[in-house]
């Protein structure tokens, strides 16, 4: 059980971290 939790909140994580690269380059480029 906590094998998969924290393999859930390692892949929510990294979406986190992708999306605020993704708002951060759009800041840059406006």
Do not use: P
Request: hydrophobic share 35%.
């Amino acid at each position: 059980m906590t094998s998969v939790r924290r393999r859930r909140t390692k892949v929510i994580n990294e979406c986190m971290c992708a999306h605020v690269a993704c708002l951060y380059a759009r800041g840059i480029n406006q």
